[in-house]
């Protein structure tokens, strides 16, 4: 009996369809979010969860921003300084920031889900990393070891094997592991010198200090990327043995991010050997065993990742695929982003205003979204294709009076095309994504968002000249 591959690489597909797209670790996404959304209707909404009397666990995610060294692909809020006082003032801010949000969830603080994230988390030192888990312990329920999943984020070149233990005795029990690439050329041309030797050792020493999961990042598309280098990279992490492998698309959008102007542009791959790279990432991949989850994610078939995808209880948040889908996301931290209660809340971006509105005894909220029903129905529907790549048309309209196929009457049209190309199957009951439909999952995606339909309208409107000098807001699909 034959196996159906649970991804399917089509290269003509993929250059027919490939176009900049939200990545939907949000529906709506982030560019939705207003200034209009304040502290004011953050209370509202955590209001409205009490008043329902709510008892879901949270979720909990802690930015910390500051690096040592500047990584020139490097797309998030970070700051770099070797000015350690710097961490140990926002270190400050960061607990009364915490505090303020566990006395806020009092009675309904059960964590299931810790992440660290940046930035570099380990550029708080071993006694500071300790003072915060101490300190988030005071505030919030913890479920026990056994039962939470509590990750970190970690820069490989900064820690060493007495650190990696005291994380895990800190509390933490997953650990994901920046790498990128292992070719010292392609490393130089990045600017992150990281030896394999190095990352295997930090490896080694996250399992024997018992963590549970190990996650690596890989990148294609890199300057000074070959097939040949990304052949070598692929076969020495297959070795390494990680638990997941995240698996991203460079995107050089300059325009957006500083830092991204130091690489050569003339050194980076091209496209069509960017789709080969892609190819051969899955075919050496899924050969050694890893399950395509969705997006870049690939897993372990007994990770749990892969076992919540198969019992349909996989989620996705602003850090991914995620197997805690029943909870609210509170983030803490310069520039993070909440989920409560139908709502999401973005924090101030630079150090300046999240410290002031700290001081000032209020959340450091900036700017939010409230759901419509719309929007949720929406955004139920986007969570299902992401995360099963197949949604129940009669679930995911109950209880409401108009039936699926008359509600989404024109998304079904276009959908016509997919169907055409293979991508979909669509019958009374199910929408399914192909094998070879699931990595063009953001196109499909794509069709259910009536922001991004909104904003392709205003943009038809624009003048020609007025639309080219648009930046681009999204990477590629694919």
Not at 15 to 43: C, E, N, Q, V, W
Not at 310 to 339: K, M, P, W
Not at 402 to 424: C, I, K, N, S, T
Request: hydrophobic residues 40%; contains cysteine; neutral net charge.
């Amino acid at each position: 009996m034959t196996t159906m591959p649970s991804v399917q690489f089509d290269a003509d597909i993929i250059r027919k369809l490939s176009m900049s797209g939200p990545r939907y670790t949000s529906y709506p996404t982030a560019d939705r979010f207003t200034a209009r959304f304040g502290y004011g209707d953050y209370l509202e909404a955590l209001a409205g969860l009490t008043y329902r009397g709510g008892r879901r666990p949270l979720s909990l995610y802690l930015h910390v921003p500051f690096c040592d060294r500047l990584c020139y692909y490097c797309a998030c809020n970070k700051i770099i300084t070797k000015d350690r006082s710097k961490a140990a003032t926002y270190l400050g801010y960061l607990k009364q920031e915490t505090a303020m949000q566990g006395k806020l969830f009092a009675g309904m603080n059960r964590v299931e889900q810790l992440h660290l994230g940046g930035g570099t988390p380990t550029y708080f030192s071993d006694a500071q990393m300790g003072e915060l888990m101490a300190h988030l312990g005071r505030h919030f329920d913890f479920a026990p070891d056994a039962e939470g999943e509590y990750s970190i984020e970690i820069d490989p070149r900064t820690v060493d094997a007495r650190r990696i233990h005291s994380l895990r005795a800190q509390g933490f029990n997953r650990v994901s592991l920046g790498v990128q690439d292992f070719d010292p050329d392609v490393q130089k041309a990045v600017n992150r010198i990281q030896p394999y030797e190095e990352t295997m050792a930090v490896m080694n020493a996250a399992r024997d200090a018992g963590f549970r999961s190990i996650s690596v990042d890989l990148i294609y598309g890199l300057p000074k990327q070959t097939l040949h280098t990304m052949e070598q990279t692929l076969s020495k992490i297959i070795v390494a043995n990680p638990d997941r492998i995240a698996l991203y698309n460079y995107a050089h959008m300059p325009h957006l991010f500083k830092p991204q102007r130091r690489i050569n542009e003339s050194d980076l791959p091209a496209s069509a050997t960017k789709l080969d790279m892609l190819a051969l990432c899955i075919s050496r991949l899924t050969a050694a065993g890893y399950v395509y989850i969705g997006m870049d994610h690939f897993a372990k078939p007994a990770d749990d990742l892969a076992v919540a995808q198969r019992q349909g209880r996989l989620h996705r948040n602003f850090q991914g695929y995620s197997t805690h889908a029943e909870t609210d996301l509170v983030a803490c931290g310069v520039s993070a982003i909440s989920a409560v209660n139908g709502t999401y809340s973005q924090n101030e971006k630079t150090l300046d205003e999240y410290y002031a509105k700290l001081d000032a005894g209020r959340l450091p909220i900036a700017r939010g979204y409230r759901l419509g029903n719309d929007d949720l129905l929406r955004r139920l529907v986007v969570q299902r294709l992401m995360c099963d790549f197949a949604l129940s048309l009669a679930s995911a309209t109950e209880g409401m009076a108009v039936p699926f196929r008359e509600y989404f009457a024109p998304e079904l049209r276009e959908l016509q095309a997919f169907v055409a190309d293979g991508l979909v199957t669509l019958d009374d009951d199910w929408l399914s994504v192909t094998p070879k439909g699931r990595l063009l999952i953001r196109n499909i995606c794509m069709v259910f968002d009536a922001h991004l339909r909104e904003a392709r309208l205003q943009a038809a409107a624009m003048p020609a000249a007025a639309l080219a000098a648009q930046p681009l807001r999204f990477s590629r699909t694919i």
